[in-house]
């Protein structure tokens, strides 16, 4: 019903900067919230970043005036604004969006295919 696609990822040396997006499509009635996640290899996924269909923004601390997340709803996208990076942000990080894809309020959360994002000299 949605796929995901994400860009952006890359290597970066310490300090440098990268912006990853993340564009929806498929069926759905509208997108709520969007987010994007972080797995290192067998680690949790972890909360990086939310932004609600209004605009409102929620961060984990570790990244908190570091990074920034933004969404354009015309065209279904999300972005992940990533400045100041380190080594300990080398991660694959994952789009997540919460839709409504059916009658009577039926929710349902996608996911998209990570993009890596190394940090290294």
């Known amino acids: 019903q949605v796929q995901l696609v994400e860009s952006g990822g890359g290597l970066v040396q310490p300090g440098g900067s990268l912006r990853l997006s993340c564009v929806a499509s498929?069926?759905?009635?509208?997108?709520?919230?969007m987010g994007w996640y972080r797995q290192a290899p067998g680690k949790q996924r972890e909360l990086v970043a939310t932004?609600?269909?209004?605009?409102?923004?929620n961060y984990a601390d570790s990244v908190k005036g570091r990074f920034t997340i933004s969404r354009d709803n015309a065209n279904n996208t999300v972005y992940l604004q990533m400045n100041n990076l380190s080594p300990e942000d080398t991660c694959v990080y994952y789009c997540?969006?919460?839709?409504?894809?059916?009658?009577?309020?039926?929710?349902?959360?996608?996911w998209g295919q990570g993009t890596q994002v190394t940090v290294a000299s």
């Open positions: 932004i609600t269909r209004q605009g409102a923004t």
């Open positions: 997540n969006v919460q839709v409504l894809s059916g009658w009577n309020g039926a929710k349902d959360d996608y």
């Open positions: 498929g069926r759905f009635f509208w997108i709520n919230a």
